[in-house]
């Protein structure tokens, strides 16, 4: 079984949670794996910015 962990845009897949979630995963014969979305723009970054993408 593999699962996919969708992190935030300003995470990455080598983050503190997916590490910890992919040792414990691993611990039960899971394989997890954390997807890269590449950078994202530093607009979207801020509350303002995912306000403006919302509306």
Do not use: T
Not at 9 to 33: C, H, N, Q, W
Not at 37 to 47: D, I, R
């Amino acid at each position: 079984m593999r699962f996919i962990y969708l992190h935030g845009f300003a995470s990455s897949p080598g983050s503190a949670k997916v590490v910890y979630l992919r040792d414990r995963f691993a611990d039960i014969g899971i394989s997890l794996e954390g997807m890269s979305y590449g950078k994202a723009p530093n607009s979207l970054l801020s509350k303002g910015g995912m306000g403006e993408l919302m509306n």
